[in-house]
Each structure stands twice: as C-alpha cells, then as structure tokens.
C-alpha cells in the first residue's frame, strides 16, 4: 500500500486506535485532550482515515467499530524514511549530529549513543 502522510487530527485518531486495537468515535473522543472536539468532528476524521485506507470497520446494527489496518510501526517507519529523505538527505551521520547539537547533548548522553553504536556494530561484525 502507498501510505501518505496523516493530518494532525488524523494521527491523533490514529494514536488512540493503536492504543486501543478498535473502539467506536465515543471511545476515541474520550482519549482525547480537552477541549474535547465534537461528534460530528471525530467522525469525519474517522470516515477520512477509513477512505486513506488506515482503518476499516465491523458494523454492528448502527454501531461502527473501527480498527487500524496500518499498524503503528509501518506508518512510523514510513514518517521517518519520509524525514530521512526530506531533511537529511537520507544521511544518519546528519540526522545524528542535528539531534546531538539540536538537543544539546551532554558528555555522557553522547557516550551512552558512542556505546550503543559499538554495541551494534559488535553484532554485526
């Protein structure tokens, strides 16, 4: 599937239904923030997802559940790959020095990531 790019109200939907695995609009309402957003809003949302095709539904008489078909793990890898290209010219040396002086890494922030490095390459060799 060719995934695309979520709105931040789309995401916030999405994060609730991966918590959840399925829920119907007043379940994923009451996991938002206040001011909650109204009915009618939430279930656009939903409707708009489920066109993307990152989520489907069971009905049950008037009731709609709705589940994800994208998981979590894919739609965040396909954000990251999308940054990566976008930002760093898919390039980890500059993604990891963008966070080291972004985030204004201390000394021993950046020996635990020197460590976790050797760690990975160990494995590898």
């Known amino acids: ?3 695309k790019e979520l709105t931040k109200a789309e995401e916030q939907v999405m994060q609730i239904l991966w918590q959840l695995n399925e829920a119907i609009v007043k379940d994923i309402i009451e996991r ?3 001011p909650k957003p109204a009915y009618n809003t939430v279930s656009t949302v939903v409707r708009v997802l489920e066109g993307k095709g990152f989520i489907d539904h069971k ?3 008037n009731s709609h559940v709705y589940f ?3 998981s ?3 739609y965040k890898k396909f954000t990251f790959d999308k940054m990566m ?3 760093f010219d898919n390039s980890y040396k500059s993604l990891v020095s963008f966070i ?3 985030k204004k890494l201390g000394i021993k922030e950046l020996d635990e ?3 976790l490095l050797d760690n990975l390459k160990n494995k590898r060799s």
């Open 1 to 3: 599937m060719n995934l």
């Open 32 to 34: 938002m923030p206040e």
């Open 59 to 61: 009905a049950y008489g």
């Open 68 to 70: 994800p078909l994208i």
């Open 72 to 74: 979590e793990a894919a």
């Open 85 to 87: 290209n976008n930002y």
């Open 100 to 102: 080291a002086d972004e």
């Open 113 to 115: 990531l020197t460590a």
